[in-house]
């Protein structure tokens, strides 16, 4: 696939980066916020957070079919179905929430995970078979129970190998999260929160209060998109500046999309005409796609196989061209790992494999500096001092050694362990942790373990990421 950018091409740049029995209980009643109809809570003034979650808390039944496979629906697709059905606390949010929480306990056992969100009454019943408020449990002072709500639900159907069938997601308690108790919470974490995680399962109102109100708290945001339907919204949200771009700062500083949800994001940009912005273009000249960068990422593809697999559908290309908006995409692509496609300040930029020149390459590695962009201000001295830096980077996934349960929860168990990550960064004092290519390499190798963990749990997020190394 040909490189080519030029100001007056930009539509055609565009064009062409297309190619196309566990029972267990939500969590349990003494931990939640006091019960109300209006959906606002009564927190203290202040009660400090490392991070916040924001987003769904449901409970998830998992069906695993004895017989059923995917090439031979035609048999059982239409009657019932022999196979074991578990309960579980789940949602979206929770998952994250859970994981960062479990992830924490080895690096930052005192760091405070807080979830923000709400459910029905019923929630309140479940039988205490797991017990949520033991060592290395979210913080759930901030979900609020709504008498008058309807805890959301999420069934998916999974066939005899762990693959998912169907699914259906019944968020609407969640969706429609109450933005005065959102704001509620930020209020009572005050300045406190390092990152903020956010679940798109949100509807935009609600969605667009939790980033504001990161934003407004000095937080970063990590979003995880959750489907490809949510995935477009987040481009719509121009009210809290989804679509500024650079030298402004970026309102989500880091997306873990996997293949289809990025894909929905480029084609939704494209028709919302955010790559026919100058703004946009001035990023992308920044970035600068010469024929040096262009031979290095055809080498590294061809190299590995892998990440040949991966440029030729165009999952590169995509993602740098939503990098003025999103600076940070860790693309999760299943059994063939993750790709980080980032765009970093070169002056911030460091590891073992980046040298002192404009290019840089190794086994799945290329780095690139640019030059400034245009309309950004002048920091300081230094040659590359405002240039701006292209990092994509091919992370194989790691062989899952044994019976894949359920895919359901390996992808908020990576996000949830890079969250938790990132949080002990920022709170450790680690200057610019996404500009450290070593130190990103050594964090989602440990988020896709917790990803293999999961894959082979009957829980949806598996309780021994606390023990992960």
């Known amino acids: 696939m040909v490189w080519k950018i030029k100001k007056n091409v930009a539509k055609n740049l565009v064009r062409f980066a297309i190619s196309k029995s566990t029972f267990q209980p939500a969590i349990p009643a003494p931990a939640f916020a006091p019960a109300a109809k209006s959906g606002v809570s009564s927190p203290a003034s202040h009660d400090r957070a490392d991070c916040l979650v924001v987003g769904a808390v449901a409970i998830d039944l998992t069906c695993d079919l004895t017989y059923g496979i995917l090439d031979k629906q035609s048999t059982w697709i239409h009657t019932s179905?022999?196979?074991?059905?578990?309960?579980?606390?789940?949602?979206?949010?929770?998952?994250?929430?859970?994981?960062?929480?479990?992830?924490?306990?080895?690096?930052?056992p005192d760091t405070t995970i807080r979830m923000v969100s709400a459910v029905g009454p019923e929630a309140r019943d479940l039988p205490a078979v797991l017990n949520l408020t033991s060592t290395g449990s979210p913080d759930l002072s901030g979900v609020l129970v709504v008498e008058d709500g309807r805890t959301a639900q999420y069934i998916a159907m999974h066939d005899r190998k762990g693959d998912l069938i169907v699914a259906c997601a019944d968020m609407a308690l969640v969706e429609q999260l109450s933005p005065a108790h959102i704001k509620s919470e930020f209020t009572r974490a005050g300045k406190s929160p390092y990152w903020v995680g956010v679940d798109a399962n949100l509807d935009r109102v609600p969605l667009s209060t939790a980033i504001?109100?990161?934003?407004?708290?000095?937080?970063?945001?990590?979003?995880?998109?959750?489907s490809v339907a949510r995935a477009r919204e987040i481009l719509e949200l121009s009210d809290v500046g989804v679509t500024n771009v650079l030298p402004n700062p970026p309102t989500v500083d880091v997306m873990t999309p996997n293949v289809f949800e990025l894909e929905g994001l480029f084609s939704h940009a494209r028709e919302l005409g955010l790559f026919e912005r100058q703004d946009w273009w001035n990023v992308i000249d920044a970035i600068g796609a010469t024929t040096d960068l262009q031979n290095s990422i055809g080498w590294m593809a061809r190299e590995s196989g892998i990440m040949e697999q991966i440029v030729d559908k165009g999952l590169v290309q995509m993602a740098v061209h939503l990098l003025p908006f999103i600076p940070n995409l860790f693309v999760k692509i299943g059994q063939l790992g993750v790709i980080t496609v980032q765009l970093v300040m070169a002056n911030q930029v460091r590891g073992r494999m980046v040298g002192p020149g404009q290019l840089s390459t190794g086994p799945g590695f290329v780095m690139w500096r640019g030059k400034p962009i245009e309309g950004r201000a002048r920091t300081g001295g230094g040659d590359n001092n405002n240039n701006v830096c292209l990092i994509v980077r091919h992370h194989p996934a790691h062989k899952v050694p044994g019976d894949i349960v359920s895919v359901t929860g390996a992808g908020d168990s990576f996000a949830g362990v890079l969250l938790s990550e990132l949080v002990a960064a920022d709170k450790q004092g680690m200057q610019n942790i996404l500009a450290d290519v070593d130190a990103m390499a050594r964090i989602l190798d440990r988020a896709q373990k917790a990803s293999v963990l999961t894959l082979m749990s009957r829980f949806a997020i598996s309780p021994d990421i606390k023990h992960l190394k």
């Open 81 to 108: 179905n022999p196979g074991a059905i578990h309960r579980t606390p789940g949602g979206v949010g929770f998952n994250v929430c859970l994981a960062a929480a479990y992830a924490s306990l080895s690096h930052s």
């Open 212 to 226: 504001l109100c990161a934003r407004q708290a000095g937080a970063k945001v990590l979003l995880e998109p959750t």
